[in-house]
């Protein structure tokens, strides 16, 4: 079978959107502070980022508030899910082939 | 093809992402080894100085006879707490990474469940004068504490609670040596753990 690159999904092209979905499937939520500290990311490439996998609609956030501080926390849709999976398979399979 | 080195890299950013963010991965192993040395002290303590030496389930001593051995082992818990959570801290802070974050809390709430029970039957048991249980029920407690919380830090942790949880099993039927074996899980066990730890995850 023909692996195509194309088959490897946009939204994961950059190291820390890959990153953001990695983290995400191990936990059922994090908050952007959590998220920062594993990614070692600064505020406004993070959320830019988040923003990005929220229009593709792999994640999900939740505003609330924690003693009067807004608190947002961020989870994997079941769609977010699936294309990670598919995104590690096709990766899987790219190395496979061509070993 | 350069593309394919790409691509082993990204996996092996999941996988470290994954880990790194599921489980609390900066335990010392150093402070394991201090914790056996606290808990042989505390036993060496209790037995010669105090005499406690409980042969039977139940004792017909009055629980104020042993006040002294639950000060002693309350403290040995309290320094090997104390080390665990400096030691850890430096570990963290050295590495760039917070102590107090999404994994060593989730790695506190798992341990802290089956502890708490365990803490408060053996101090039911205590009160009641079912001394020569306090050991294994201690044990076990422990044992499980530590099965569950492999789960979110090295998993080696899980079989240092199953080996816990046999000598408390083994404590409780032969309540005579009860005493040594409660040495061997807290005190030896974790002295060769630490040092195992400590050298294979080089901390």
């Known amino acids: 079978m023909k692996i195509s690159f194309d088959d490897l999904h ?20 994090l908050d952007f502070n959590a998220l920062k500290e594993f990614l070692d990311a600064t505020d406004g490439n993070l959320a830019t980022h988040i923003k990005k996998l929220e229009q593709e609609g792999f994640v999900e956030s939740n505003k609330s508030f924690i003693d009067n501080k807004p608190n947002t926390r ?7 899910k699936d294309a990670f999976h598919n995104h590690l398979e096709v990766l899987e399979k790219i190395i496979n082939s061509q070993k | 093809m350069s593309k394919k080195q790409d691509h082993i890299q990204d996996i092996a950013e999941i996988r470290s992402m994954m880990e790194r963010s599921s489980k609390f991965l900066s335990l010392s192993g150093l402070s394991g080894v201090l914790a056996g040395f606290y808990a042989l002290t505390g036993v060496y303590l209790a037995y010669s100085l105090y ?17 002294e051995v639950v000060v002693i082992a309350l403290l040995v818990l309290i320094l090997a707490i104390g080390t665990a959570v400096t030691f850890s801290y430096r570990r963290a802070t050295s590495k760039g990474e917070k102590i107090w974050n999404s994994t060593s809390r989730r790695l506190l709430v798992n341990v802290s ?41 090295f998993n080696e942790i899980k079989f240092l609670g199953v080996i816990q949880i046999l000598l408390g099993l083994i404590a409780a039927y032969f309540v005579e040596y009860a005493l040594i074996f409660w040495a061997v899980g807290f005190g030896f066990t974790h002295i060769i753990y630490g040092i195992y730890i400590h050298i294979r995850h080089k901390q």
Do not use: C, H, W
Request: glycine share 12%; proline share 4%.
């Open chain 1, 10 to 29: 946009k939204a994961f092209e950059s190291r820390i959107r890959l990153g953001i979905m990695s983290v995400l499937a191990v936990n059922d939520s």
């Open chain 1, 74 to 80: 961020y989870y994997m849709t079941a769609e977010g």
């Open chain 2, 51 to 67: 005499g406690f030496r409980p042969t039977e389930i139940i004792t017909n001593k009055q629980a104020s006879d042993f006040s």
């Open chain 2, 113 to 153: 469940v089956p502890l708490v029970a365990g803490a408060g039957l053996a101090l039911v048991l205590f009160s009641k004068g079912f001394v020569g249980l306090i050991p294994s029920i201690t044990l076990l407690f422990y044992g499980l504490a530590l099965f569950t919380g492999g789960s979110f830090t």
